[in-house]
């Protein structure tokens, strides 16, 4: 309530001193409209002009590194700043392994939630739950990474990667020894951070599914979940397919909390104890170490590509959701 | 494609079995989400509430080795990113965001709003990298305005679309209303169509600046960070996000105490501006 | 609301009084290694010289070259001297200001030896290069004949993250391992051929804690705080030397005699009974003249200040302070910063 107050308050005394002006203003002025839409226009042309920016000087920045290794940056996988070499693949590996495992963890379990809140729960239930759901949206990374590092980590290595190691160990991706940090807890704070996303554009299309469909199913004498089969989740498919791509998106670019937990190290494991390294935190990591120029170009040319996935994977996200459910994703 | 017959193949009690245990799955899911919400949340405050008093919200940090010292410095740091940000996020935001819904037909408004899109999921620590190579390496110095500008651009596409959606929400008559009185278009715009939804954009905007609030990856190559009081804007400046981050990564027993404080008021600054933006403006935003 | 507003004045007011008092904001960036002693520093030094404020970020050595030659700081700090190509690179000569020692101490995980585990440099050498990969080596053995080595496999750990700690290390084992140098050589970060990462010296400590039979490398403080054992190393004379405050001043003793005039040498495997052969300087980089006169005087009192007042802060946190005869080298070429403008 204060805030409408300071709102009042703020703009009472320009509406009057506008609408003394106000008239002879208009005479004086009368091209005022033409100016006032080309302006609005210039400052939203600069939206798509910060875009081009962002690819010009991360592409010259990373120039030297393309014209150093080429192709060979994204397909080697020695990273050494002594000598001077530098290849991407173990990042790229992190990167596309710790997203994909983290959405394959996350797209049922927000799909569920969502269906959870707009098919089965009451009212009463369901706005405090959302509420809660969108409240782990809010939570900045680096808490999250903080939390990582002294609850999750120590618990995943004394608990839950002996337990896995032991039961199945077979399997190479639970192999070697636990140390917390690593893959597997970034994994899985990706999972929870990007969970809200998807649960709540999930909704949203659900949302926009008429009721009369659902009615439908049940009064053919459907089950709830046979409704939900069949209304729901089957029109809904593309929609959650364009929220699952949008989480993807973001689990891709996540920095902090990844950079904390992963254990920074560039090397392609197949087991998900073993420390990684995504493109975000190795820029996060070597950024501000890195002395010799290439090694700086390096760096610029793994944000470059981060920045030419990012684009694409959202692109594709967008365009499904925008075309498909027409939903509005403002997040 | 499943279809009724196949479905209705099944036995009534199998499909009812299958229908609870659905059900109760989908709970678990909710359940689940909510777990580590309610640990970190937890022990954000179990750990951080012990550590706040008087002299962390006033006092500049204590070195190694000396108890006490706070974190005023990152947090008037973060109030003034916040406030650099918001004339820029807000300014570019709401002008394209009108722009968007006033004006915005054909394909140059389809390109705008498909950039806000791609520029909202632009990762943020490219954004640091961009402002890095844009303003720190030409000004020769990290400061308060290059973090300021870096979480500034991650606003712009938050408020802009937010404005936008906001703005087409009011009726065309209001607007043919206005002009009918013989009112210029951008004083319909500024004066009805504007006013008449500043409330939503100013939750769109509370949102936006919740979001940057706890941000550090834009800021690590840009604000860097500071010690001390810090009130010129070309001059690196203490954030509590990034003061959180060294002293979480820190060997220090103190310095993790007072990390876990720091993401205390973080949490708290974060939701309450969140919540602020959710409920005292809510009457006013129709969305559904 | 009124209340608001009051707060908010004297908010602004407590502002502009603290914003009139420091009158000189000197930035640096650099090493994380000797970061709690100058951050200890510089805020004592606030007392000292109250006009007089230093923000020191430690972004690592490697970025504390760089944001020093890029001047996006006012100083920089290092724990590797700057190469030739560095210097190279600069626009305006680099001073060299060594502000007092490290040592990195070889330490490790093994439940029947507690303390006194005696390495030699070739031993070392063979553990990380992987041609070692077992506890019970007779090699070992015959060093520690008291020891209880048990069948286990040695699990090298190391930095993940460019470090300065790493550079000394690697330095150290270039100079006593010719096939070390040729197949990894030295620096801030390099391509290690066996092991594990962990992120700074607390993620390699946290590693070694938790993993038994292992062995790693970092700083001493952090052995010492972590209650990790670490090793005796043989050094230049034959001796076997743990680190301590006084080993490693010593080893600074030892290399004085061949110290080059800018100070950028390296310590490691230096002469002398007493000397840790693993140990290095850290620098603050300056430029000879900085552009603003007056962020130089105030730098020049403070770097003074540091060698005198600043050195007996040095012990608590585990780090040695400059022998008594380089203090002296030292302040003379503090002096020759220029703190006047030149044109």
């Keep these: 309530m204060a805030l409408d107050m300071v709102a009042q308050r703020c703009i009472l005394p320009f509406r009057r001193l506008l609408k003394r002006k106000g008239d002879p203003f208009q005479m004086c002025w009368p091209r005022i409209d033409p100016l006032f839409s080309f302006t609005l226009k210039v400052i939203a042309l600069g939206v798509f002009a910060f875009l081009a920016l962002i690819a010009f000087f991360l592409f010259y920045s990373a120039w030297p590194a393309i014209l150093r290794f080429g192709w060979e940056f994204l397909r080697t996988s020695t990273w050494d700043p002594v000598k001077e070499i530098f290849g991407a693949l173990p990042v790229i590996y992190g990167t596309v392994i710790s997203s994909l495992f983290a959405v394959a963890i996350a797209a049922p379990l927000s799909v569920g939630i969502a269906l959870f809140l707009n098919e089965l729960s009451p009212r009463k239930i369901a706005t405090p739950i959302g509420f809660l759901v969108e409240m782990l949206a809010a939570i900045p990374s680096v808490v999250y990474g903080l939390w990582g590092i002294f609850v999750l980590a120590p618990w995943l290595g004394d608990v839950v990667q002996p337990f896995l190691g032991k039961w199945l160990g077979a399997l190479p991706l639970f192999q070697g020894p636990p140390y917390g940090v690593g893959m597997l807890a970034a994994i899985i704070i990706l999972a929870i951070m990007i969970t809200p996303t998807i649960s709540s554009i999930s909704k949203e299309v659900f949302q926009a599914i008429p009721r009369s469909d659902r009615e439908a199913a049940l009064a053919l004498g459907a089950t709830r979940w046979e409704m939900m089969k069949l209304s729901v989740l089957g029109r809904a498919r593309a929609g959650i397919f364009g929220a699952v791509i949008l989480g993807l998106g973001r689990a891709l670019g996540e920095t902090m909390a990844v950079t904390m937990v992963i254990g920074n190290r560039s090397e392609i494991s197949a087991s998900l104890f073993a420390p990684g390294q995504t493109m975000a935190s190795v820029i996060a990591n070597e950024y501000a170490e890195a002395t010799s120029d290439l090694h700086v170009a390096a760096l610029a040319e793994i944000g470059l590509v981060l920045f030419g996935v990012t684009f694409l994977i959202n692109a594709i996200a967008r365009l499904i959701i925008w075309k498909v459910a027409q939903v509005k994703v403002t997040r | ?288 | 609301m009124k209340n608001f507003i009051c707060s908010l004045i004297v908010v602004a007011g407590t502002i502009l009084t603290v914003a009139t008092q420091a009158s000189v904001m000197l930035n640096g960036a650099g090493a994380t290694c000797p970061y709690p002693l100058y951050d200890k520093w510089f805020s004592d030094y606030r007392k000292v010289d109250p006009e007089t404020q230093i923000n020191y970020q430690s972004i690592g050595s490697g970025g504390g070259i760089r944001q020093f030659l890029e001047k996006t700081v006012d100083f920089g700090a290092t724990d590797a001297p700057m190469t030739k190509d560095q210097m190279d690179k600069a626009t305006s000569p680099v001073v060299h200001i060594p502000t007092v020692l490290g040592a990195v101490v070889v330490t490790y995980n093994l439940a029947d030896v507690k303390k006194g585990l005696k390495l030699t440099p070739e031993l070392i050498a063979d553990i990380f290069l992987g041609k070692l990969t077992k506890w019970n080596d007779p090699k070992i053995k015959t060093l520690n004949p008291s020891a209880k080595l048990a069948d286990e496999s040695i699990i090298v750990v190391h930095r993940s993250d460019g470090s300065g700690t790493s550079a000394i290390f690697t330095d150290y084992l270039s100079k006593v391992s010719s096939e070390w140098q040729q197949k990894v050589g030295s620096g801030t970060s390099v391509n290690w051929p066996i092991g594990l990462g962990g992120k700074g010296n607390e993620g390699v400590s946290g590693q070694v804690k938790q993993k038994k039979g292992s062995i790693g490398y970092v700083e001493l403080i952090y052995a010492e705080k972590n209650d990790l054992p670490y090793a005796a190393v043989k050094n230049e004379s034959g001796s076997f030397v743990l680190p301590s405050l006084k080993s490693v001043t010593a080893a600074a003793q030892g290399s004085l005699a061949s110290m080059p005039a800018d100070f950028r040498t390296s310590i490691t495997n230096a002469q002398g009974k007493e000397s840790y052969p693993i140990s290095g300087f850290t620098y603050l980089l300056v430029y000879q003249s900085m552009p603003n006169a007056e962020k130089a005087a105030k730098l020049v009192k403070f770097l003074k200040w540091a060698m005198r007042d600043g050195q007996k802060a040095a012990p608590s946190l585990s780090y040695s302070p400059l022998p008594e005869e380089l203090v002296k080298k030292v302040e003379a070429k503090i002096d020759s910063i220029e703190t006047k403008k030149v044109n």
Excluded at chain 2, 13 to 40: E, G, Q, W, Y
Excluded at chain 2, 96 to 117: Q, V
Excluded at chain 2, 236 to 248: K, M, R
């Design chain 2, 1 to 288: 494609m499943i279809t009724f017959s196949e479905i209705a193949a099944q036995g009534y009690t199998k499909r009812k079995f299958k229908n609870r245990l659905m059900c109760l799955l989908f709970f678990v899911a909710a359940l689940v989400a909510l777990t580590p919400l309610f640990s970190i949340m937890g022990y954000v405050f179990i750990k951080g509430v012990g550590s706040i008093n008087w002299s962390f919200l006033t006092q500049l940090p204590a070195p190694v080795g000396e108890s006490g010292g706070g974190m005023a410095n990152a947090l008037v740091g973060t109030c003034v990113l916040i406030v650099l940000a918001s004339i820029i996020g807000m300014t570019s935001g709401l002008a394209t965001g009108i722009y968007l819904s006033e004006y915005g037909r054909g394909k140059l408004a389809t390109i705008i709003r498909f950039s806000a899109d791609m520029l909202s999921s632009v990762p943020s620590i490219v954004i640091g990298l961009f402002v890095y190579i844009l303003i720190v390496r030409p000004m020769q110095s990290f400061s308060a305005l290059a973090g300021g500008v870096a979480l500034g651009v991650i606003m712009i596409p938050t408020i802009a679309r937010s404005a936008e959606e906001l703005l087409k929400l009011v009726p065309a008559s209001v607007r043919e209303a206005g002009l009918a009185l013989g009112l210029p278009r951008w004083k319909v715009t500024i004066w009805i169509v504007l006013k008449g939804s500043l409330s939503g954009i100013i939750t769109g905007v509370m949102l936006a600046i919740a979001r940057v609030a706890g941000e550090t990856a834009p800021l690590l190559f840009t604000a860097l960070g500071n010690r001390f009081w810090s009130w010129n804007l070309t001059q690196p400046i203490g954030s509590l996000p990034v003061q959180i981050f060294t002293y979480s990564i820190s060997p220090f027993e103190e310095w993790h105490r007072q990390a876990w404080a720091g993401a205390l008021v973080l949490v708290l600054l974060v939701f309450s501006i969140n919540l602020g933006a959710r409920f005292v403006f809510r009457p006013q935003i129709s969305r559904d």
